[in-house]
């Protein structure tokens, strides 16, 4: 018997084509993909929370998705010292135009903001976190969140999943969802449960 999530809403989502269920051989290798990248171009140390976050939940899953697939107006990136002070941050959209003209950012991108008044000479990293996903309809007490792998990563689950993306037009997104509807003896922890999982009719059997 494996577990069961209510995930319509999930898949109701504009833009979701499927979700699946992540075995833990698969699971093992996102992990260990995302965690080997620990530098961005330049050299600064990037550290990657945003996998192990979504990896440790109840069930771990891929969804593939369309463009019109909503992205969360939502932080997923930050600068931090050595002290923990977070200097600077992805700006989510709704932010953005309140903040483009602040005299304390410079702006690194179109989307990073760094905070001048935070700069000093502690060393500091980039962190990636992964994103809240609350869909409309989301069953009460189950809770999930998204993050966006390497472009290896992806490519990898798409290979194993049949997903063909010659033309770059799907996303490939991890999903960690908290409060599946499951017999407490059948929920394995912290990662890889609901493992060898599929989404039918609505739902993951």
Do not use: H
Request: charged share 20%; net charge negative; glycine share 8%.
């Amino acid at each position: 018997m494996q577990p069961t999530i209510q995930c319509e809403a999930i898949l109701s989502c504009p833009g979701v084509i499927r979700m699946e269920g992540l075995d833990e051989d698969a699971l093992m290798d996102a992990m260990n993909t995302e965690l080997a990248v620990d530098r961005i171009s330049g050299g600064m140390k990037l550290e990657n929370i945003g996998v192990v976050q979504c990896c440790r939940r109840q069930f771990v899953g891929v969804m593939f998705c369309r463009g019109e697939f909503r992205r969360p107006d939502a932080c997923s990136m930050y600068m931090i010292n050595n002290k923990g002070v977070i200097i600077g941050r992805e700006v989510t959209k709704s932010e953005k135009e309140a903040m483009k003209d602040d005299p304390n950012i410079a702006w690194l991108s179109s989307t990073m903001a760094m905070f001048l008044d935070k700069v000093d000479s502690n060393d500091a990293r980039f962190v990636i976190s992964a994103m809240p996903f609350k869909p409309e309809g989301m069953p009460q007490g189950m809770e999930a969140v998204i993050y966006y792998p390497s472009v290896v990563t992806a490519k990898k689950l798409n290979e194993l999943y049949g997903v063909d993306d010659e033309n770059s037009t799907v996303s490939t997104i991890l999903i960690g969802i908290n409060g599946i509807n499951a017999e407490p003896d059948m929920i394995a922890a912290p990662v890889g449960a609901a493992m060898g999982t599929s989404v039918i009719g609505g739902r993951i059997n």
